[in-house]
Structures are given as structure tokens and as C-alpha cells.
């Protein structure tokens, strides 16, 4: 999925599976700009989940909007179910979720690795933004990671 300026556009890729002829795994190799099993692009999840964990402002609720209005999936159904009452207002199509950013920040944030941020001061996140210490982590983690990511996308 693409977001493209106030919605979400689905584009059709396709990933290459391997089977291993002796242990019989499959594999799947992902292209660079796809993240294993998240449907938004890698890029667009990184500029996002970066501008959340560097802003002390933002939440995951103004994390997911686009010039302070929400993204909409308009390829979604908008009318209600019937097993809701009649007198409900019809509402308009779906917005992104806020969790989708916790999600990515969460998923960038997990390092297999053991890199640290090298330059500068340590970063600390908004006391706010975190409750354990390893949320703390996967925050400092998920910046490293993304700031990292213009010379991935090069």
C-alpha cells in the first residue's frame, strides 16, 4: 500500500519464493523497498515512525494524519452493516489507524543487530512516549535504524 497525498493506493507486487530441495523451507526474498509482513512500504514507514520518535509533539494519532486531516482507505466499504441499527449516521470511509504507526515503530525498532548510533549525544526519547525500558529501546533503536535509511533508499 502507497500512501499518496490524503489516501492509500494499493499496487500489486510480486515477491519471489525459494524452496529449499533439501530441507524443503521456503524463502521469500522481499524487494527493498517492501518489509516483511507489513503492507505499506518500508520508506513510507520510516519517514513516519522517524518524525514520531524525534518530535516530542507527535502522537500516534498526528502520526498518521497528512496537513492535520486523516488518510482514508477509499477503496473500503462505506456503507453500515446491517446488523447495525438504523437510526447509526453513516460515517465515511476508514482512516488510517494510529496503531499502524506503533506497529512500524515497534517493527523498525526491533534490531537483529547490535549497531548503536554512533555520533553525537545519546538520544533520549520523550518520557512520555515510553513506559518500560525496552519500549525506550525499540525507540532508540527505530531512529537509529531510520536515520540510517537515506543511504538504504540511495
Not at 526474498?29 to 509482513?37: G, T
Not at 525506550?136 to 527505530?142: S, T, V
Request: proline share 10%; charged share 20%.
Amino acid at each position: 500500500m502507497v500512501i499518496s497525498d490524503r489516501s492509500v493506493e494499493t499496487i500489486a507486487c510480486a515477491l519471489v519464493r525459494w524452496r529449499c530441495p533439501v530441507c524443503r523451507r521456503t524463502f521469500t526474498e522481499y524487494p527493498f523497498f517492501a518489509a516483511p509482513h507489513k503492507r505499506y512500504l518500508r520508506p513510507q514507514m520510516m519517514i513516519r515512525a522517524l518524525q514520531y520518535v524525534e518530535d516530542d509533539a507527535v502522537s500516534y494519532r498526528k502520526g498518521v494524519l497528512q496537513s492535520f486531516l486523516p488518510i482514508f482507505h477509499p477503496e473500503a466499504p462505506t456503507q453500515p452493516s446491517d446488523t447495525e441499527s438504523d437510526f447509526i449516521v453513516q460515517q465515511g470511509p476508514p482512516v488510517m489507524a494510529h496503531s499502524s504507526l506503533y506497529h512500524w515503530v515497534s517493527t523498525l525498532g526491533v534490531c537483529r543487530d547490535n549497531t548503536r548510533e554512533a555520533r553525537g549525544p545519546p538520544f533520549v526519547p520523550a518520557q512520555w512516549k515510553f513506559t518500560t525500558p525496552l519500549r525506550r529501546d525499540i525507540l532508540i533503536a527505530c531512529r537509529s535504524r531510520c536515520r540510517q535509511a537515506p543511504s538504504l533508499f540511495a
